[in-house]
């Protein structure tokens, strides 16, 4: 579960970076490059859930008690 965690945490900067860079392009200019990035957003982001739905299985991990 703690692994599943910081992979996630990882995988949510990707894709704050790669919603960021989406909002900086053109699509109108560069639709190819639009739709690649479009693509690699989508896929971590179903990557991202993935690793939530696993770390959520093992139940929450808490420090002390």
Same mark, same amino acid.
């Given at each position: 579960?703690? $692994?599943?965690?910081? /992979?996630? #945490? ?10 960021? /860079? $989406?909002? #900086? $392009? #053109? ?39």
């Amino acid at each position: 579960a703690i $692994m599943a965690r910081m /992979q996630e #945490r990882w995988v949510s900067n990707e894709v704050a970076e790669l919603r960021a /860079q $989406m909002q #900086r $392009m #053109r699509p109108d200019e560069d639709k190819e490059a639009y739709m690649a990035t479009f693509a690699d957003l989508t896929a971590l982001e179903k990557y991202r859930r993935s690793l939530n739905e696993r770390a959520n299985a093992y139940g929450e991990f808490t420090f002390g008690n």
